[in-house]
């Protein structure tokens, strides 16, 4: 049994060899609702040459397309959103999705879009063009980049995640347009506070200092004018729209995961914007993914720790997209290839969901193993239709024992095909 063991390993290893790495690359593409050309980074994972596959995508925010995947932001050591999920795929913790990184302004970095401006005449920044950037995002480069490369081009394999300014776009593009999006990320959103009213300042009408500091004209007045139309500004508010919502607006926001972190205080981080947010969401029924959603007691606005974010919420976007995976109905009657997904959750502690999608009917083995080569339990030894199958392990062996925390390895066997998924058990 060891030497099939390693046999399997080898074959699986030789695989993983051969593929392409995976790979950033910068593009540009002429938008009709801006009516100027906009650029975005695109994050290919390993072996997408070489598959046919479609994939899950997530869109990271921040401001100019750079900033994810630039390595000497604050807080880095040479590492970016790439590294992140390189490591997080490797691992096994998520499988291959495609990373967009949009530029969400001016083509110098210096004008934040975020919104359908108000007033883009007050700047000559490039690349602001008619000023509609929410049209643009959802309207625009969520149809370019599902027509111009292989996603699954549906609200159930969409995310989208942010940092600072871009948790705030994040946020909000979900809640207006609920219909795109079933999973949503932000570390240290800088959300307007409820009617624009900042708690620790006195009195209770719109004194916001940050998206109403007159000193930050030149990056918000083409958002909302100068001097602010408040009553814009509050039409662009997460808290207002979830404060404000219906029953049916609620129902459809519901639908969508949310994964939100910020850093421990007011000095260092947004935490209490993100805690109005997330106070308000679970008045509504709404709730974080995150127990905790301090990202760590040291956390601060950086991009290090925006990338700490990233390799936790990542988890959460695939979780969130296999989820709904695990539970849809076998629609497509043809399937292109042979898939075993990664267990659902991992790691875990009591029980796991096992997702395979069988291509060619006909004997199927499902079977996990030690890490020495060992039999530990057969989920499944026979005869399996084409289609998406779910299996289920509790942890106990074939004996009905419990087996000791640790990593096993999952093997799906046809006649043509060996399939193999890492699973980390905690005790």
Same mark, same amino acid.
């Given at each position: 049994?060891?030497?099939?063991?390693?046999?399997?390993?080898?074959?699986?290893?030789?695989?993983?060899?051969?593929?392409?790495?995976?790979?950033?690359?910068?593009?540009?593409?002429?938008?009709?609702?801006?009516?100027?050309?906009?650029?975005?980074?695109?994050?290919?994972?390993?072996?997408?040459?070489?598959?046919?596959?479609?994939?899950?995508?997530?869109?990271?925010?921040?401001?100019?397309?750079?900033?994810?995947?630039?390595?000497?932001?604050?807080?880095?050591?040479?590492?970016?959103?790439?590294?992140?999920?390189?490591?997080?795929?490797?691992?096994?913790?998520?499988?291959?999705?495609?990373?967009?990184?949009?530029?969400?302004?001016?083509?110098?970095?210096?004008?934040?879009?975020?919104?359908?401006?108000?007033?883009?005449? %007050?700047?000559?920044? @490039?690349?602001? &063009?008619?000023? *509609?950037?929410? #049209? /643009?995002?959802?309207?625009?480069?969520?149809?370019? !980049?599902?027509?111009?490369?292989?996603?699954?081009?549906?609200?159930?394999?969409?995310?989208?995640?942010?940092?600072?300014?871009?948790?705030?776009?994040?946020?909000?593009?979900?809640?207006?347009?609920?219909?795109?999006?079933?999973?949503?990320?932000?570390?240290?959103?800088?959300?307007?506070?409820?009617?624009?009213?900042?708690?620790?300042?006195?009195?209770?009408?719109?004194?916001?200092?940050?998206?109403?500091?007159?000193?930050?004209? %030149?990056?918000?007045? @083409?958002?909302? &004018?100068?001097? *602010?139309?408040? #009553? /814009?500004?509050?039409?662009?508010?997460?808290?207002? !729209?979830?404060?404000?919502?219906?029953?049916?607006?609620?129902?459809?926001?519901?639908?969508?995961?949310?994964?939100?972190?910020?850093?421990?205080?007011?000095?260092?981080?947004?935490?209490?914007?993100?805690?109005?947010?997330?106070?308000?969401?679970?008045?509504?029924?709404?709730?974080?993914?995150?127990?905790?959603?301090?990202?760590?007691?040291?956390?601060?606005?950086?991009?290090?720790?925006?990338?700490?974010?990233?390799?936790?919420? %990542?988890?959460?976007?695939?979780?969130?997209?296999?989820?709904?995976?695990?539970?849809?109905?076998?629609?497509?009657?043809?399937?292109?290839?042979?898939?075993?997904?990664?267990?659902?959750?991992?790691?875990?502690?009591?029980?796991?969901?096992?997702?395979?999608?069988?291509?060619?009917?006909?004997?199927?083995?499902?079977?996990?193993?030690?890490?020495?080569?060992?039999?530990?339990?057969?989920?499944?030894?026979?005869?399996?239709?084409?289609?998406?199958?779910?299996?289920?392990?509790?942890?106990?062996?074939?004996?009905?024992?419990?087996?000791?925390?640790?990593?096993?390895? %999952?093997?799906?066997?046809?006649?043509?095909?060996?399939?193999?998924?890492?699973?980390?058990?905690?005790?």
């Amino acid at each position: 049994m060891l030497a099939k063991y390693c046999i399997i390993i080898f074959i699986v290893t030789a695989n993983i060899l051969a593929q392409s790495s995976s790979r950033v690359e910068l593009r540009s593409f002429e938008s009709t609702i801006l009516n100027t050309s906009k650029s975005f980074n695109i994050y290919l994972p390993r072996g997408y040459d070489e598959s046919n596959r479609h994939y899950s995508v997530v869109y990271f925010l921040r401001l100019h397309e750079s900033e994810w995947f630039n390595p000497g932001l604050s807080g880095r050591s040479g590492s970016t959103l790439k590294d992140v999920a390189d490591s997080l795929i490797e691992g096994n913790y998520v499988s291959e999705m495609i990373l967009v990184g949009p530029n969400t302004g001016s083509d110098n970095g210096n004008i934040a879009g975020l919104v359908n401006m108000f007033s883009p005449n %007050l700047t000559i920044s @490039p690349g602001i &063009g008619t000023g *509609r950037f929410e #049209d /643009y995002l959802i309207h625009d480069l969520i149809p370019y !980049i599902d027509s111009n490369y292989r996603t699954i081009p549906n609200k159930e394999n969409r995310g989208i995640d942010g940092f600072s300014l871009g948790g705030y776009t994040a946020v909000l593009l979900s809640l207006r347009n609920p219909n795109t999006f079933s999973s949503v990320g932000s570390y240290d959103g800088t959300f307007m506070w409820y009617n624009l009213d900042d708690p620790k300042i006195e009195g209770d009408s719109p004194d916001d200092p940050v998206w109403l500091n007159t000193n930050l004209d %030149l990056i918000f007045g @083409p958002l909302f &004018g100068i001097p *602010r139309n408040i #009553d /814009y500004m509050l039409q662009n508010s997460s808290v207002n !729209i979830l404060s404000e919502a219906d029953n049916s607006k609620l129902d459809s926001i519901k639908s969508i995961r949310f994964h939100i972190h910020t850093g421990p205080r007011d000095t260092v981080a947004n935490f209490g914007r993100n805690k109005q947010l997330l106070d308000t969401m679970a008045a509504k029924g709404i709730f974080n993914t995150f127990s905790n959603f301090v990202l760590s007691p040291d956390a601060v606005h950086t991009f290090g720790f925006a990338d700490l974010h990233a390799s936790k919420s %990542l988890i959460k976007h695939w979780e969130t997209f296999q989820n709904v995976t695990s539970v849809r109905n076998e629609q497509n009657s043809i399937l292109t290839e042979m898939r075993l997904f990664q267990n659902y959750p991992n790691p875990f502690n009591s029980e796991t969901k096992i997702t395979a999608n069988i291509k060619k009917e006909g004997h199927i083995s499902l079977v996990i193993y030690d890490v020495l080569g060992a039999k530990v339990k057969i989920l499944h030894n026979s005869y399996l239709s084409t289609g998406t199958k779910v299996f289920s392990w509790n942890g106990l062996n074939d004996n009905n024992f419990e087996v000791s925390g640790g990593v096993y390895v %999952l093997t799906l066997q046809t006649n043509d095909e060996i399939l193999t998924k890492k699973i980390l058990l905690l005790k």
